[in-house]
């Protein structure tokens, strides 16, 4: 267990010097949740109360479509020279290979998180006085939930020819239980209803997480072996 | 040794590999050569275990292989058609990570002693984006050396390489030999195996149809007359 995270922490943090000196997925992903977030502004106007009503929702709109990004090139990205076969071939259990993916794309999609969720309450003029902690969880909770199964399909669309199409259809329907579950909580949340209205979400949220956490980390080894 | 056993795969209803046998010391260099298309690089992917055989054992140590084991994946360097570098990082931290996944000790050093050994000291900082086809297979060659393999399997190792680089990589490989590391190489450079290698096998429709040892000082025309009859039938 040790040596697989030890060997997860280091594809990681391969990953990441990757992207640190890329800049590529990054970029992508917090110039769209910025032009979203600019765009909903315009489109909405932000001194009518009913607009703060689809604020739970965009975080949720801005982080899955923003994660989409980097969760695609998340192993197309191992196309190049063939590094996957790489990381086949050297003597790691293949999980790692998935606990690795999970990290830098959960790395990737907080730092989003940390840029845009600040820029949309700005930009829509909300003043936050829910409870700080119980609004974090419930980001990072559903946030861990949508990385693990993104990443597993990302891995199985990566050798389609439309991979970053097919991610999309095959990911957004499995995702529907855990975003229903995110919005509903959020809302809960900043509207100040009281915590023990989300808890019932949060522990359907922790299932789901749980659930597909288990099912795709045993399961990748059969998808390595495929592709 | 390594032994490999009546090796057979199937893809679909095609017959890749049939009753392929192997066995590889240490210290022995044995070319596999063969027309395109005659189960090469197939029986390669199974014997570093990017693939199962449909039946069939691999033994290293006379201890049985099971599916996926780390043991034998330690112990293979694999030189494939492609280098599995990362375009982005410099030389210097491929290695670094590939050693960390190797669980090679002394890393740092190991790594700067190689990067000398393939000629590649004074390009260690630079993202090997910008290197050409011969300096990235000096650089993938360092990777597979990297970890001490016992068994290397190089997948036509000369494609691409000016005179300077195969030099360098034959010298290489004669030196990891002589340390007592049994090579199997894929090539279709007849004059590198006649240089390299002691032993030969050809592979025709997925199977093994000749082996014979190699006298380096018979010339290449001979071994090219004697696989040109061989794979024709005559």
Same mark, same amino acid.
């Given at each position: 267990?040790?040596?697989?995270?030890?060997?997860?922490?280091?594809?990681?943090?391969?990953?990441? /010097?990757?992207?640190?000196?890329?800049?590529?997925?990054?970029?992508?992903?917090?110039?769209?949740?910025?032009?979203?977030?600019?765009?909903?502004?315009?489109?909405?106007?932000?001194?009518?109360?009913? &607009?703060?009503?689809?604020?739970?929702?965009?975080?949720?709109?801005?982080?899955?479509?923003?994660?989409?990004?980097?969760?695609? /090139?998340?192993?197309?990205?191992?196309?190049?020279?063939?590094?996957?076969?790489?990381?086949? &071939?050297?003597?790691?259990?293949?999980?790692?290979?998935?606990?690795?993916?999970?990290?830098?794309?959960?790395?990737?999609?907080?730092?989003?998180?940390?840029?845009?969720?600040? @820029?949309?309450?700005?930009?829509?003029?909300?003043?936050?006085?829910? %409870? *700080?902690?119980?609004?974090?969880?419930? &980001?990072?909770?559903?946030?861990?939930?949508? *990385?693990?199964?993104?990443?597993?399909?990302?891995?199985?669309?990566?050798?389609?020819?439309?991979?970053?199409?097919?991610?999309?259809?095959? #990911?957004?329907?499995?995702?529907?239980?855990? @975003?229903?579950?995110?919005? %509903?909580?959020? /809302? *809960?949340?900043?509207? %100040?209803?009281?915590?023990?209205?989300?808890?019932?979400?949060?522990?359907?949220?922790?299932?789901?997480?749980? #659930?597909? +956490?288990?099912?795709? +980390?045993?399961? +990748?080894?059969?998808?390595?072996?495929?592709? | 040794?390594?032994?490999?056993?009546?090796?057979?795969?199937?893809?679909?209803?095609?017959?890749? !590999?049939?009753?392929?046998?192997?066995?590889?010391?240490?210290? $022995?260099?044995?070319?596999?050569?063969?027309?395109?298309?005659?189960?090469?690089?197939?029986?390669?992917?199974?014997?570093?275990?990017?693939?199962?055989?449909?039946?069939?054992?691999?033994?290293?140590?006379?201890?049985?292989?099971?599916?996926?084991? !780390?043991?034998?994946?330690?112990?293979?360097?694999? !030189?494939?058609? $492609?280098?599995?570098? =990362?375009?982005?990082?410099?030389?210097?931290?491929?290695?670094?990570?590939?050693?960390?996944? =190797?669980?090679?000790?002394?890393?740092?050093?190991?790594?700067?002693?190689?990067?000398?050994?393939?000629?590649?000291?004074?390009?260690?900082?630079?993202?090997?984006?910008?290197?050409?086809?011969?300096?990235?297979?000096?650089?993938?060659?360092?990777?597979?050396?990297?970890?001490?393999?016992? =068994?290397?399997?190089?997948?036509?190792?000369?494609?691409?390489?000016?005179?300077?680089?195969?030099?360098?990589?034959?010298?290489?490989?004669?030196?990891?030999?002589?340390?007592?590391?049994?090579?199997?190489?894929?090539?279709?450079?007849?004059?590198?195996?006649?240089?390299?290698?002691?032993?030969?096998?050809?592979?025709?429709?997925?199977?093994?149809?000749?082996?014979?040892?190699?006298?380096? $000082? $018979?010339?290449?025309?001979?071994?090219?007359?004697? =696989?040109?009859?061989?794979?024709?039938?005559?």
């Amino acid at each position: 267990m040790k040596t697989l995270l030890a060997d997860a922490l280091t594809i990681a943090g391969k990953d990441l /010097r990757n992207e640190w000196k890329s800049k590529q997925t990054i970029g992508m992903m917090i110039i769209f949740s910025s032009l979203v977030i600019l765009i909903f502004s315009f489109a909405f106007d932000p001194t009518n109360n009913t &607009v703060k009503a689809i604020i739970p929702g965009l975080i949720w709109v801005i982080t899955i479509f923003a994660g989409l990004l980097g969760l695609n /090139r998340s192993f197309i990205a191992e196309n190049e020279n063939d590094s996957l076969t790489g990381l086949k &071939v050297a003597p790691i259990d293949p999980s790692s290979i998935f606990l690795g993916k999970v990290l830098t794309n959960l790395v990737l999609v907080t730092t989003v998180q940390i840029i845009s969720i600040p @820029m949309l309450f700005l930009l829509f003029d909300y003043r936050f006085h829910g %409870q *700080i902690i119980w609004f974090l969880l419930i &980001v990072l909770i559903a946030t861990i939930g949508f *990385i693990v199964i993104g990443t597993f399909l990302a891995a199985l669309a990566a050798n389609a020819k439309n991979s970053e199409m097919l991610l999309p259809v095959l #990911l957004l329907p499995l995702l529907s239980p855990l @975003m229903i579950a995110a919005v %509903q909580a959020t /809302r *809960i949340v900043l509207e %100040q209803e009281g915590i023990a209205d989300a808890i019932s979400w949060l522990q359907l949220m922790v299932g789901y997480d749980l #659930l597909f +956490f288990a099912a795709c +980390f045993f399961l +990748f080894e059969f998808l390595m072996e495929g592709s | 040794m390594l032994e490999l056993k009546n090796i057979t795969k199937v893809i679909g209803d095609k017959l890749i !590999l049939r009753n392929f046998s192997l066995t590889l010391a240490r210290g $022995e260099s044995v070319a596999v050569i063969g027309p395109n298309g005659a189960g090469k690089s197939t029986f390669f992917k199974l014997a570093v275990g990017l693939m199962q055989p449909t039946s069939g054992e691999i033994h290293l140590n006379q201890a049985q292989i099971k599916k996926k084991s !780390l043991l034998l994946q330690k112990k293979i360097g694999y !030189l494939g058609h $492609e280098s599995f570098l =990362y375009n982005a990082l410099t030389p210097r931290e491929n290695l670094v990570f590939y050693g960390k996944l =190797y669980k090679v000790k002394n890393i740092e050093e190991k790594v700067a002693n190689l990067l000398k050994e393939v000629g590649l000291h004074y390009f260690k900082d630079i993202p090997i984006r910008s290197f050409s086809r011969g300096m990235m297979q000096r650089l993938a060659i360092a990777r597979v050396l990297l970890a001490d393999p016992e =068994y290397l399997f190089l997948d036509e190792p000369h494609t691409g390489l000016d005179q300077e680089a195969v030099s360098l990589l034959n010298r290489l490989i004669e030196e990891r030999q002589r340390e007592g590391i049994g090579i199997l190489l894929i090539s279709h450079d007849f004059e590198q195996v006649v240089s390299v290698c002691e032993r030969v096998l050809v592979l025709n429709k997925g199977r093994i149809i000749e082996e014979r040892q190699i006298d380096s $000082e $018979e010339g290449l025309m001979p071994f090219k007359n004697w =696989y040109e009859a061989v794979v024709s039938g005559k």
